[in-house]
């Protein structure tokens, strides 16, 4: 009773830090809603997103649309690569690395360190895609890129680059269990962020590595000293993410030290700002903790039911409860047959014990081959020569300058050093054409299992929207037809025929939708019997016009299922805008093939003034009409008919025809 009542006493105190940590966020987005303009806008949220290690999870998806929207909206191509930047970190923050990884990785390749005007771009994606390799256990590919970003970051005198990258190959060294060179790291990446405040995260997260290095190493009193450190910098900061994640190292290391009261305390914080980010039980070392917690207050069972619970497998894009969480890596299964192997043997249970053991060893069978420590020892030691080289060719320099007599040391020296650049340069080439392939292999995968949740997501909305909303919308059709519009005045008559004419607009409109959704691909001929249907429809209320349809079709095209529903949708507002206004006793809709495809919808009645006055106007058919044939990449041209009328035609070339 009071261990709980110090719990919930600390929980009641710790809302006013948590609430103090998001005041930063609070006054970021008082920028969103204060702007004025598009572009202001945009920066304030690109400012926000860059907090996203500290937005619920629900909220940054919001923001990361209005960035990608405002982005693009914008043109500026600098605009559209932050945009991308803040959609990989969305991915990344929802466990989506595949998809994380195909969004990042154009925007890293196309701005170029060299270039002032993308550096910092590059910087931002670089780390960002390393630090998606080392969430997916991928340590000599982040190690390969850190380790660029570091020596890119000595080129332009980048602090900041150089202590956050070396800061983040220490964290690499502790997932490798190597706690002496992560010191190394920490105590490098200290030296360059010196006392500047604005380093004070950075400091936090050395502090935090340093904690962890001195517990594996059971300097437990060292271990505390810097947790503390790097807890209460991280507490005066704005990352929430990095916040949650010490408290639950700190709480591993007050367990080791016997303290179970401080560790449940440190716990209890990381849950409430897990809480504010929304982020579930979405990280494996936090169940660590608990599984921890529970064997020390010897509640074994609950340590082993709650292990169960977590090793469940399955496919993150066909999953139907979005706070499931799948453990598919082989490295966090074998967290978890470890703490179960634990359990077992403290319970005395000899042949689950024993059966555990055997999934261990076939478990580190699998996880040391994928992972090997050949493959990080290498790309540690072409970081080493590299490093080894810039320091001797530096020293030969200072050498030449005050002493001319060693002049002809100094050219064999050179010589050497170039016949080793020369070796070295091909080893490298071949080592980057490697990494080059199993990227571009991984990028292609990536791409496809995206385009597999899509086609998925469309069918699930098409059967959603023909099951609920159709349903619905037929039902209250029908139910309007009861009515005895005789039994009614005039304003209630009136009222009636509207709820009737729209209900039945519902009903076309949905299925129109359906018809495109339900399709992976649609025919030009397909597209022309639907309207055809739709004409047939029209008719009833425009009796005095005669509707036609042609088609002059040598060859039977396809239409992505997307691009169908938009053609549709085009020709349906020309053809509704031409009899409602033209005053035409006659409309012909056209569809043509010849190296391409093209649709005209003609009228001959009193015409316009042609694509100038069409510009002008500020309708939203004809906005939408010219929106939908850009978002695809078409052609659309209002012409004079003649001898009277107009024609609007929609083109695209045989590069944009699916077959």
């Not at 929430?240 to 449940?264: E, G, V």
């Not at 549709?568 to 006659?586: C, D, G, P």
Request: glycine residues 4%; neutral net charge; aromatic residues 10%.
């Amino acid at each position: 009773m009071v261990r709980l009542a110090v719990a919930l006493i600390f929980i009641i105190g710790f809302s006013w830090v948590v609430s103090s940590q998001t005041g930063h966020i609070d006054s970021l987005k008082q920028l969103v809603y204060d702007a004025k303009t598009d572009q202001e806008k945009l920066k304030a949220i690109l400012l926000l997103c860059d907090e996203f290690q500290s937005l619920n999870r629900d909220t940054f998806d919001l923001y990361t649309i209005q960035a990608k929207q405002l982005a693009y909206k914008s043109g500026e191509e600098r605009n559209m690569k932050l945009s991308a930047i803040v959609t990989a970190n969305n991915y990344y923050r929802w466990g989506w690395m595949d998809s994380a990884m195909a969004v990042i990785t154009p925007v890293l390749k196309e701005s170029p360190v060299e270039n002032p005007q993308t550096r910092d771009i590059y910087f931002k994606a670089g780390r960002q895609k390393a630090l998606y390799f080392g969430s997916k256990s991928k340590y000599p590919e982040a190690l390969e890129l850190f380790y660029q970003l570091v020596k890119d970051g000595e080129k332009f005198q980048d602090t900041l680059a150089i202590s956050s990258n070396m800061n983040s190959i220490s964290s690499i060294e502790l997932f490798r269990e190597k706690p002496r060179e992560s010191l190394e790291w920490c105590r490098k990446s200290l030296h360059y962020a010196g006392k500047n405040k604005q380093f004070d995260q950075i400091r936090a997260a050395v502090y935090v590595n340093m904690s962890e290095a001195f517990k594996i190493l059971n300097i437990l009193d060292s271990a505390i000293i810097y947790s503390e450190k790097g807890v209460a910098l991280l507490k005066k900061g704005n990352n929430l993410m990095s916040l949650a994640h010490s408290l639950q190292r700190q709480s591993d290391i007050f367990l080791k030290a016997k303290n179970t009261d401080k560790a449940a305390t440190a716990l209890i914080e990381m849950i409430a700002v897990r809480k504010l980010l929304n982020d579930g039980e979405m990280w494996t070392d936090d169940n660590m903790s608990l599984i921890n917690l529970y064997i020390e207050a010897n509640e074994v069972d609950k340590a082993i039911d709650f292990c169960n619970k977590q090793l469940i497998t399955g496919d993150l894009y066909q999953r139907t409860d979005s706070t499931r969480v799948f453990v598919n890596d082989i490295g966090q299964k074998l967290l978890y047959y470890e703490a179960l192997a634990r359990c077992y043997k403290i319970k005395g249970d000899q042949n689950a014990y024993q059966n555990m053991l055997e999934q261990i060893i076939q478990a580190k069978d699998s996880f040391y081959t994928a992972r090997s420590e050949k493959a990080i020892a290498e790309v540690q030691t072409k970081y080493d020569v590299e490093q080894k080289e810039n320091t001797i060719m530096h020293q030969k320099v200072t050498i030449a300058q005050k002493n001319n007599q060693m002049l002809l040391a100094l050219w064999l020296g050179l010589v050497v050093a170039a016949a080793a650049w020369f070796f070295f340069r091909n080893y490298r080439k071949k080592q980057k054409n490697k990494v080059a392939a199993a990227i571009g292999k991984e990028k292609e995968l990536s791409i496809l299992a995206v385009a597999d949740a899509e086609e998925n997501e469309r069918k699930r909305i098409a059967a959603d929207l023909h099951d609920n909303l159709g349903a619905f919308a037929a039902s209250i059709a029908s139910n309007l037809d009861l009515f005895n519009i005789g039994d009614f005045d005039d304003q209630y008559k009136t009222a009636l025929q509207e709820l009737n004419k729209n209900s039945q607009s519902i009903v076309s409109q949905l299925g129109d939708t359906i018809w495109a959704l339900n399709r992976d691909n649609l025919t030009l001929t397909a597209i022309s019997d639907r309207i055809k249907l739709f004409l047939n429809q029209l008719k009833k209320s425009y009796s005095n016009i005669d509707m036609i349809v042609l088609e002059n079709i040598n060859q039977d095209i396809e239409l992505k299922s997307t691009h169908a529903f938009h053609l549709f949708r085009i020709i349906q507002e020309a053809v509704t805008n031409a009899v409602k206004h033209s005053r035409t006793n006659r409309l012909e809709i056209v569809f043509e093939e010849n190296q391409g495809w093209k649709v005209e919808i003609r009228d001959f009645g009193k015409g316009t003034s042609g694509e100038n006055e069409v510009k002008k106007s500020d309708g939203n058919g004809l906005r939408n009409m010219r929106a939908r044939a850009e978002m695809v990449g078409w052609n659309i041209i209002w012409s004079d008919n003649n001898p009277s009328g107009t024609i609007v035609t929609i083109s695209a070339d045989n590069k944009q025809i699916l077959n």
